[in-house]
């Protein structure tokens, strides 16, 4: 397997750089998580880096190497968005609301 020398960012890992395992494409995971054990024995503590480019290739939009930049926020879970799949329901509603798209007191039928 091919590994590549990629720098950190913020966060504990700040100007280390260390050896990261490419994929099939060539290019390091999108997320690198590291999990940091409890001193006192209880759950670790997950630190989050996520990938940016480093320096721009020399066609536009093409990038030849990469480095790790800290998330202290975390990354939120990512799943997989089909044309199909319900919408996640915005802040302050209840899973079972119906949105309302007509403005006002208008009806919804427009043969009224």
């Known amino acids: 397997m091919k590994s590549e020398d990629t720098p950190f960012e ?3 890992l700040d100007g280390r750089v260390l050896p990261v395992l490419l994929g099939m494409t060539g290019h390091p995971p999108k997320t ?3 999990p940091v ?3 006192d024995g209880g759950p670790p503590t997950v630190l989050v880096y996520r ?3 480093r320096v721009e290739g020399r066609r536009v939009g093409l990038t030849q190497r990469w480095k790790y930049v800290h998330s202290p926020e975390g990354l939120p879970d990512r799943r997989l968005r089909w044309p199909w799949s319900k919408p ?3 802040p302050g509603t ?3 609301d119906k949105p309302d ?3 006002g007191s208008k009806p ?3 043969n009224r």
Do not use: L
Request: charged residues 25%; proline residues 33%.
């Open 10 to 12: 913020g966060g504990p």
């Open 108 to 110: 919804d039928d427009p």
């Open 37 to 39: 054990p409890a001193p």
């Open 88 to 90: 996640d329901t915005p």
């Open 32 to 34: 690198y998580r590291i």
């Open 94 to 96: 209840a899973p079972g």
């Open 51 to 53: 990938r940016e480019p």
């Open 101 to 103: 798209a007509t403005p």
